[in-house]
């Protein structure tokens, strides 16, 4: 089986602009989260995606928004970007909820 | 909310020595997973715990999860640079999303 797909795996944006990231999941997986990773902050959790819905929200301010597809693809939404939105952002995928997660290589964005 | 402590935050070991990162949640746990993330790539998942006081080994590492439910350690025999890394545990609770905890990142000097 393919693994997670991430797109873009890197972006550099300028403060102010908003940015979409992409995920596919490994086929069959109707299960995706979202984590931001920064050094020393280990993985914080953004979203949780079960089969279109929103399970569950890290605690992260409303510039930060996503949604699943029928397909089980998710994106994820930054708006209004700030300098410390920068970070490595993963996709992880499971076939069931607080299963193994599969993640994604992860999109690199930095916000100048 | 459920939080996850891990300790420590940095090991440096000679190779061929031991190597062990513990794991402590404020809530009992449903499972606990640990993952590995080498430098410049992403958490790859090594196991799952769910069995209060399970053992499970992989090769030269042994995962423990506690009588309670509430703490697990990952210990690594003979440390080899391949092992080098960042370990993660994470613990679900049930309705909540998996928590990871802040890793432990190895080094291995040879």
């Known amino acids: 089986k393919a693994g997670v797909t991430q797109t873009p795996r890197y972006l550099i944006k300028t403060r102010g602009q908003q940015v979409t990231l992409s995920c596919s999941p490994i086929?069959?997986?109707?299960?995706v989260s979202w984590y931001q990773q920064t050094p020393g902050q280990g993985l914080q959790f953004l979203f949780e995606y079960f089969s279109e819905t929103q399970r569950n929200k890290g605690n992260f301010p409303g510039r930060f928004s996503g949604r699943q597809f029928s397909n089980s693809r998710s994106e994820m939404n930054v708006s209004t970007l700030e300098l410390g939105d920068s970070a490595l952002y993963l996709c992880?995928?499971?076939?069931?909820?607080?299963?193994?997660?599969?993640f994604g290589p992860g999109t690199r964005l930095t916000v100048l | 909310g459920q939080q996850v402590m891990q300790i420590p935050q940095y090991q440096h070991v000679q190779e061929g020595e031991d190597f062990t990162t513990y794991c402590n949640s404020s809530t009992t746990l449903s499972n606990i997973q640990w993952y590995k993330q080498r430098p410049g790539g992403h958490p790859v998942f090594l196991i799952q715990?769910?069995?209060?006081?399970e053992v499970k080994k992989q090769k030269r590492l042994t995962f423990q999860f506690g009588e309670a439910k509430k703490n697990s350690s990952l210990h690594i025999t003979a440390t080899q640079t391949t092992d080098v890394g960042t370990y993660f545990c994470?613990?679900?609770?049930?309705?909540?999303?998996?928590?990871f905890g802040k890793g432990t990142r190895l080094s291995v000097i040879a």
């Open positions: 715990l769910v069995k209060s006081g």
């Open positions: 992880a995928s499971s076939p069931d909820i607080g299963g193994t997660q599969y």
């Open positions: 086929s069959g997986h109707r299960s």
């Open positions: 994470a613990g679900w609770e049930g309705n909540t999303p998996l928590v």
